[in-house]
């Protein structure tokens, strides 16, 4: 599978469509008892309303859902993707069938309140290290199912992806550590095992284990749930050699001063796993 770097605009619309099949599969069914109600040729004009300012984020996965319930269909995007939207704007106006865009509102909107929450609280934390070093990046704690289109929120939003799953890079972490024998050891087995791996990466939690991952040549080091003078004396040792991320107790209040510290990257689970969706909805217009 593609890192989501290499996914051209292609991949991103066979994406889209791949998550709003599952999704219209589970609202439809066999079919939409309620839409059809209305005439199956009665043409209908609607727009999407932002209830609450808003990165917005989801456009493939909106047009996936309106095209598949009306491929004639029409959207006249007035936000572009990555831009913000002030409360109440317009963000899209679509044309098409009424009975297939009644059909495609849940879907449709479903994505676009997730996927703009993401990118908007992502947008906040790259707000809040701005002049340091730190890049904000994501983790593998995403919604079964959706973690490719979650992973692109957060690209939208300025953060930087990490691993989008076990099989593209390395971390190496405290039970792998302790079940492999030690830093050196683990360390020269994933030499053997993973040459093919993006990166490789692993967490240590005092400064001892740091010297020791250095001396052994990592090249990029989790510091898990350390305090800002041990991050400083982390730093202050690396001098450099390795790439330096944080993880663990990220949050707005503590940001800011976490990524003064120097590291490189800042972990943040929350971007993906506590997200509150934004609000959209679609209203009908006369024609």
Same mark, same amino acid.
């Given at each position: 599978?593609?890192?989501?770097?290499?996914?051209?605009?292609?991949?991103?619309?066979?994406?889209?469509?791949?998550?709003?099949?599952?999704?219209?599969? @589970?609202?439809?069914?066999?079919?939409?008892? &309620?839409?059809?109600?209305?005439?199956?040729?009665?043409?209908?004009?609607?727009?999407?309303?932002?209830?609450?300012?808003?990165?917005?984020?989801?456009?493939?996965?909106?047009?996936?859902?309106?095209?598949?319930?009306?491929?004639?269909?029409?959207?006249?995007?007035?936000?572009?993707?990555?831009?913000?939207?002030?409360?109440?704007?317009?963000?899209?106006?679509?044309?098409?069938?009424?009975?297939?865009?009644?059909?495609?509102?849940?879907?449709?909107?479903?994505?676009?309140?997730?996927?703009?929450?993401?990118? &908007?609280?992502?947008?906040?934390?790259?707000?809040?290290?701005?002049?340091?070093?730190?890049?904000?990046?994501?983790?593998?704690?995403?919604?079964?199912?959706?973690?490719?289109?979650?992973?692109?929120?957060?690209? &939208?939003?300025?953060?930087?992806?990490?691993?989008?799953?076990?099989?593209?890079?390395?971390?190496?972490?405290?039970?792998?550590?302790?079940?492999?024998?030690?830093?050196?050891?683990?360390?020269?087995?994933?030499?053997?095992?993973?040459?093919?791996?993006?990166?490789?990466?692993?967490?240590?939690?005092?400064?001892?284990?740091?010297?020791?991952?250095?001396?052994?040549?990592?090249?990029?080091?989790?510091?898990?749930?350390?305090?800002?003078?041990?991050?400083?004396?982390?730093?202050?040792?690396?001098?450099?050699?390795?790439?330096? @991320?944080?993880?663990?107790?990220?949050?707005?209040?503590?940001?800011?001063?976490?990524?003064?510290?120097?590291?490189?990257?800042?972990?943040?689970?929350?971007?993906?796993?506590?997200?509150?969706?934004?609000?959209?909805?679609?209203?009908?217009?006369?024609?």
């Amino acid at each position: 599978m593609k890192h989501l770097s290499e996914f051209t605009a292609a991949d991103l619309s066979e994406l889209a469509r791949g998550d709003v099949a599952r999704a219209l599969a @589970e609202d439809v069914g066999g079919g939409d008892l &309620t839409a059809a109600l209305v005439d199956d040729s009665r043409p209908a004009r609607a727009r999407i309303l932002a209830r609450e300012s808003a990165v917005i984020c989801g456009r493939p996965w909106v047009e996936a859902a309106v095209l598949a319930c009306d491929p004639a269909a029409r959207l006249d995007w007035h936000v572009a993707e990555g831009e913000r939207c002030a409360a109440d704007q317009v963000v899209v106006h679509i044309e098409g069938r009424a009975q297939a865009l009644l059909t495609a509102e849940r879907t449709a909107l479903n994505f676009l309140q997730l996927l703009s929450a993401v990118a &908007t609280k992502t947008a906040v934390f790259v707000d809040a290290v701005s002049g340091t070093r730190a890049a904000i990046v994501d983790t593998r704690k995403t919604i079964p199912g959706l973690r490719l289109a979650q992973k692109y929120a957060v690209k &939208t939003g300025g953060g930087v992806n990490h691993r989008i799953g076990l099989y593209d890079a390395v971390l190496i972490k405290e039970n792998h550590i302790a079940a492999a024998g030690g830093v050196a050891a683990v360390l020269r087995r994933v030499q053997e095992t993973a040459p093919e791996a993006r990166f490789v990466e692993i967490e240590v939690e005092h400064l001892a284990q740091l010297d020791e991952a250095l001396a052994c040549g990592a090249t990029m080091v989790l510091l898990d749930n350390m305090d800002i003078p041990t991050l400083q004396e982390a730093v202050r040792r690396n001098a450099g050699r390795a790439i330096l @991320e944080i993880s663990g107790g990220v949050n707005l209040e503590t940001v800011h001063a976490l990524a003064q510290t120097g590291v490189d990257r800042i972990s943040i689970g929350a971007l993906t796993k506590d997200v509150k969706a934004v609000d959209f909805s679609m209203r009908f217009e006369a024609l």
